[in-house]
């Protein structure tokens, strides 16, 4: 990628919306009871917009920090707020559509991402099977000729998405101008011209930032220089309204990260955050929120003359959109009643088990013999190479919906795996021997 050229994953994404978004957008339109169906897909239209937009400015603007990436990306913020908001409405007949679409929007956060805290490629493929579960249940419980077509069209988009991020974008979105992306003229000084004839093409922007500002401006309207009305590199950006542009709303949101929405609420106001120990080997935490930032647990973290040593297990009840960094061999490590929390571990000596959560992501960093999920939604365990060196920890599972485990790559250079966990099963009896035989159930698409 050379500054001031416009790279081919541009125009491959500008075709990907052109393609497979319109078909979903399509298809959307011809499932019954998708009410509000205009402001959901015109919110989804400019959150891909805002996407490619970003692109566009890969060449000609330095790297900016994630905090300036969250905030050019606006619309996806508030297309997460709207789907959100409608697959929460009461007496919607097409909950599960919406659910799905949550799961989609939530996919377009993987600019964001750069080790080594995620790479896009792994959350694309994750959102994508997260999606999969609820395109499942439309096929099994709702299968009409028009949810066929939207589930395809469906899979077939998010597909495309993760397989364009997958090739250019392993390790996070790369930037090579020298332009900045947070200053207020950033969004008018850095895509680079790039016309539509013919499609393979590339040509070099103008040197200049006027001459940089003067070309984004007239791909924002959709015409070229001289009048020119066949700039197909526009195709999408004018579908964002000037309401929907951050700068131009009464209530500024810099300084919100895309996944302000997607936050646990707890049912009452959390009591203060207590850290105790309850007998002589148990550590609890409790009642931990956001408010307490990252909380690494180590030796010297306990007040007084207490330690934590790995004879010791560690209790995490109540707690939501918490971080926690355990720096220490401890014996055991338990998770009840957490919500949208990520923990990091070291060794653990006995087990790593988890129950009654929602969205919590574990990170286990050292060796871990055995973990347990139960009656758990959305959880995500990471086993990082140290995890699997000698050997695969035995993870038992029961009552989980929605839930991933991902590992590493064969080599370093490999992108790490992630795996579904399994959620229906067929019970078959063999009339022979009578015995009970129990298999995964597979959905075809």
Request: hydrophobic residues 35%; contains cysteine; positive net charge.
């Given at each position: 990628?050379?500054e001031?050229?416009t790279?081919?994953?541009?125009?491959?994404?500008?075709?990907?919306?052109k393609?497979?978004?319109?078909?979903?957008?399509?298809?959307?339109?011809?499932?019954?009871?998708?009410?509000?169906t205009?402001?959901?897909?015109?919110?989804?239209?400019?959150?891909?917009?805002?996407?490619?937009?970003?692109?566009k400015?890969?060449?000609?603007?330095?790297?900016?920090?994630?905090?300036?990436?969250?905030?050019?990306?606006?619309?996806?913020?508030?297309?997460i707020?709207?789907i959100?908001?409608?697959?929460?409405?009461?007496?919607?007949k097409a909950?599960?559509?919406?659910?799905?679409?949550?799961?989609?929007?939530?996919?377009?956060?993987?600019?964001?991402?750069?080790?080594?805290?995620?790479?896009?490629?792994g959350?694309?493929k994750?959102?994508?099977?997260?999606?999969d579960f609820h395109?499942?249940?439309?096929?099994?419980?709702?299968?009409?000729?028009?949810?066929?077509?939207?589930?395809k069209?469906?899979?077939?988009?998010?597909?495309?998405?993760?397989?364009?991020?997958?090739?250019n974008f392993k390790t996070?979105v790369?930037?090579?101008?020298?332009g900045d992306?947070?200053?207020?003229?950033?969004?008018?000084a850095?895509?680079?011209?790039?016309?539509a004839?013919?499609?393979?093409?590339?040509?070099?922007?103008?040197?200049?930032a006027?001459?940089?500002?003067?070309l984004?401006?007239?791909?924002?309207?959709?015409?070229?220089?001289e009048?020119?009305?066949?700039?197909?590199?526009?195709?999408?950006?004018?579908?964002?309204?000037?309401?929907?542009k951050?700068?131009?709303?009464?209530?500024k949101?810099?300084?919100k990260?895309?996944?302000?929405a997607?936050?646990a609420?707890?049912?009452?106001?959390?009591?203060?955050?207590?850290?105790?120990?309850?007998?002589?080997?148990?550590?609890?935490?409790?009642?931990?929120?956001?408010?307490e930032?990252?909380v690494?647990?180590n030796?010297?973290?306990?007040?007084?003359?207490?330690?934590?040593?790995?004879?010791?297990?560690?209790?995490?009840?109540?707690?939501?959109?918490?971080?926690?960094?355990?720096?220490t061999?401890?014996?055991?490590?338990?998770?009840?009643?957490?919500?949208?929390c990520?923990?990091?571990?070291?060794?653990?000596?006995?087990?790593?088990?988890?129950?009654?959560?929602?969205?919590?992501?574990v990170?286990?960093?050292?060796?871990?013999?055995?973990?347990?999920?139960?009656?758990?939604?959305?959880?995500?365990?990471?086993?990082?190479?140290?995890?699997v060196?000698?050997g695969?920890p035995?993870?038992?599972?029961?009552s989980?919906?929605?839930g991933?485990?991902?590992?590493?790559?064969?080599?370093?250079?490999?992108?790490?795996?992630?795996?579904?966990?399994?959620e229906q099963?067929?019970?078959?009896?063999?009339?022979?021997?009578?015995e009970?035989?129990?298999?995964t159930?597979k959905h075809?698409?």
């Open positions: 990628m050379e001031g050229v790279p081919q994953y541009v125009t491959d994404y500008e075709e990907m919306m393609n497979e978004l319109e078909a979903f957008c399509e298809a959307c339109t011809k499932v019954p009871d998708f009410y509000k205009d402001d959901c897909l015109n919110a989804i239209r400019a959150a891909f917009a805002s996407i490619c937009d970003l692109l400015m890969t060449t000609v603007a330095k790297k900016p920090s994630v905090q300036d990436i969250v905030t050019f990306l606006a619309p996806v913020s508030e297309s707020k709207v959100n908001k409608l697959a929460g409405a009461r007496k919607n909950i599960t559509q919406y659910k799905a679409l949550c799961e989609l929007v939530m996919m377009n956060t993987w600019p964001t991402m750069y080790p080594p805290n995620g790479l896009p490629a959350h694309c994750g959102q994508y099977e997260s999606a395109y499942n249940r439309i096929l099994m419980k709702e299968k009409t000729d028009e949810n066929v077509v939207f589930v069209a469906a899979r077939a988009l998010m597909k495309k998405n993760e397989e364009l991020v997958k090739e996070g790369d930037f090579v101008g020298k992306l947070g200053s207020a003229e950033a969004p008018k850095a895509a680079p011209e790039k016309k004839a013919p499609k393979k093409a590339v040509k070099k922007a103008d040197d200049g006027a001459k940089a500002n003067a984004l401006g007239d791909l924002q309207k959709g015409v070229g220089k009048g020119d009305a066949s700039m197909a590199s526009a195709y999408g950006l004018k579908k964002v309204k000037k309401s929907q951050n700068k131009y709303k009464k209530e949101t810099v300084g990260v895309t996944m302000t997607r936050k609420k707890a049912k009452k106001e959390l009591p203060p955050a207590k850290m105790s120990k309850r007998g002589p080997f148990n550590w609890f935490f409790e009642n931990y929120s956001d408010k930032g990252v690494n647990i030796e010297d973290t306990p007040p007084g003359n207490g330690k934590i040593t790995m004879k010791q297990g560690l209790y995490f009840a109540n707690c939501y959109n918490a971080m926690f960094v355990v720096e061999k401890v014996k055991s490590v338990t998770l009840d009643g957490c919500h949208r990520k923990i990091q571990t070291a060794d653990v000596v006995s087990a790593i088990e988890m129950v009654n959560c929602k969205g919590v992501t990170y286990c960093k050292g060796k871990v013999p055995a973990l347990s999920i139960d009656k758990a939604e959305s959880p995500l365990i990471v086993f990082l190479k140290e995890a060196t000698d695969v035995q993870v038992t599972v029961s989980v919906v929605a991933n485990i991902e590992i590493p790559g064969k080599t370093d250079d490999d992108d790490p795996q992630q795996f579904p966990i399994p099963f067929e019970i078959k009896i063999n009339k022979d021997t009578r009970l035989v129990c298999e159930m075809e698409g």
